[in-house]
């Protein structure tokens, strides 16, 4: 079975601090990862994805197959990184069946 | 806006009930994806179609059903309901079928069974 696991409920740091959302996952096979993230009154978004390897608003994710981690990083947090952030796992050529984490609520503080 | 849109936003109905949630896709998108998220849960995988026909479940319910119309939209219907299905429930819709496509999701259908 796949999991996928966002330890923290809630994350709350200062503007300008950096920033570790953290992911764990549990899957026999080789995965591909995301982060979507939900803007206050928006929809759920695609953020990032592991297969293109791309920094988006100053975020990067790295794949650790050792670890089972696909941590989500920012060097300096904004305030307009306020948001619902969901990790996701799928299958490698099996379509968007993603599983979900819980997700993880940032706050960035002025 | 992502165009993805699902109706009704709210719907209150009592337990073993009947309900139809309805998505229609973004303009051009071929499959449509059903996601279910209970309280302080992940997004749960329910049912992909694409171009109307089945490709995939996930961890849906036999008391739930769903189908993509020739027009695209797709209709998600929840029956003999029970407390435990109160949720958000979520549609998504893509181009193609794999992660070349990335989901554009719905504001989602806030299921409460009473």
């Known amino acids: 079975a796949q999991r996928v696991t966002q330890p923290e409920k809630l994350l709350s740091v200062f503007k300008g601090a950096p920033v570790e959302l953290k992911c764990n996952y549990s899957?026999?096979?080789?995965?591909?990862l995301f982060w979507y993230v939900q803007y206050s009154r928006q929809r759920l978004q695609l953020l990032l994805r592991h297969i293109s390897r791309e920094s988006i608003k100053g975020f990067t994710a790295d794949l650790n197959k050792g670890e089972t981690s696909f941590h989500l990083k920012k060097p300096f947090a904004q305030e307009e990184d306020s948001a619902m952030y969901y990790c996701a796992l799928g299958p490698l050529n099996a379509g968007n069946m993603l599983t979900f984490g819980g997700g993880t609520r940032l706050m960035v503080k002025p | 806006d992502s165009g993805v849109t699902q109706t009704p936003k709210h719907l209150i109905t009592a337990t073993g009930q009947r309900v139809t949630l309805r998505c229609s896709p973004r303009s051009g998108d071929l499959s449509v994806y059903w996601y279910q998220q209970s309280l302080d849960q992940g997004l749960q995988f329910l049912i992909h179609y694409y171009n109307g026909e089945e490709r995939a479940k996930g961890n849906i319910l036999e008391r739930f059903s769903a189908q993509q119309f020739p027009d695209l939209h797709s209709e998600l219907n929840l029956s003999s309901l029970e407390l435990g299905d109160s949720a958000l429930y979520f549609c998504?819709?893509?181009f193609g079928q794999g992660f070349g496509s990335p989901l554009h999701f719905g504001n989602g259908t806030r299921l409460t069974v009473t």
């Open positions: 998504a819709s893509s």
């Open positions: 899957y026999s096979g080789s995965p591909e």
